[in-house]
């Protein structure tokens, strides 16, 4: 089986910086996207960035580029969020997704609240 935890949440003002990370362990034969959600109350859960192993191309979404940089060690099974320039509306739970051994397995997430 195959787990993800993440860590690296927690309170930040605005302006803030953060740095998320996520290790994935278990029997891992192959890793072949890494990527960030969230999820702020009330809404539905969203792509935060992306990563693509292979290739090493990355995506983000609209509200995020140029603030977050989503990178990975291939090393340690680990995928890590930048984030500066922190807004208020960047307050959600993270949860680390991966597609591992060619099937999706999600953290259990953690939260940022950005809040002066």
């Known amino acids: 089986q195959v787990q993800l935890v993440e860590s690296g949440g927690g309170l930040v003002q605005p302006g803030g910086s953060l740095r998320l990370s996520c290790a994935a362990s278990?029997?891992?034969?192959?890793?072949?996207?890494m990527g960030w959600y969230r999820q702020a109350p009330g809404k539905q859960r969203e792509l935060v960035a992306s990563i693509l192993l292979s290739a090493g191309s990355t995506n983000y979404a609209d509200s995020v580029k140029g603030r977050f940089t989503i990178s990975r060690d291939n090393a340690k099974n680990t995928v890590y969020l930048q984030m500066n320039s922190l807004k208020t509306e960047d307050t959600a739970v993270y949860y680390c997704?991966?597609?591992?051994?060619?099937?999706?397995?999600w953290g259990k997430g953690t939260l940022v609240t950005v809040s002066s």
């Open positions: 997704n991966m597609f591992v051994n060619d099937m999706y397995y």
């Open positions: 278990g029997s891992i034969y192959s890793i072949k996207l």
